[in-house]
């Protein structure tokens, strides 16, 4: 069972900048893709940042052009790379494979005020 440990989040003012690490008890390069998810307080997590196992990057029309999903396999740590932050991207931040098929995390918390 994978298990993952997310860090980096806090609070930030809007435009500010994050780095989110999960760090993944397995290897990363043996999971066809690996996902950062939010989810906001009374709304539905979301997948925002997707990496697949040949390194294609896939986004949220929400963040687009302002968070990078990145990888080290040799470290089995997936990056998010948050810039522009805006107030709505206020949320706990979690790591799972892309299908969010394995256990959840803690989470890491973002708060981004106005």
């Known amino acids: 069972q994978m298990q993952q440990v997310e860090s980096g989040g806090g609070l930030v003012q809007a435009g500010g900048s994050l780095r989110l690490s999960c760090v993944v008890s397995?290897?990363?390069?043996?999971?066809?893709?690996m996902g950062w998810y939010r989810q906001a307080p009374g709304k539905e997590r979301e997948l925002v940042a997707a990496?697949?196992?040949?390194?294609?990057?896939n986004y949220a029309d929400s963040v687009k052009g302002r968070f990078t999903i990145s990888r080290d396999s040799a470290k089995n740590t997936v990056y998010l790379q948050m810039n522009s932050l805006k107030p709505d991207d206020t949320a706990d931040y979690y790591c799972?494979?892309?299908?969010?098929?394995?256990?959840w995390g803690q989470g890491t918390q973002v708060t981004v005020s106005s």
């Open positions: 799972n494979t892309i299908l969010g098929n394995m256990s």
């Open positions: 397995r290897s990363i390069f043996s999971i066809n893709g």
């Open positions: 990496i697949t196992r040949g390194g294609t990057t």
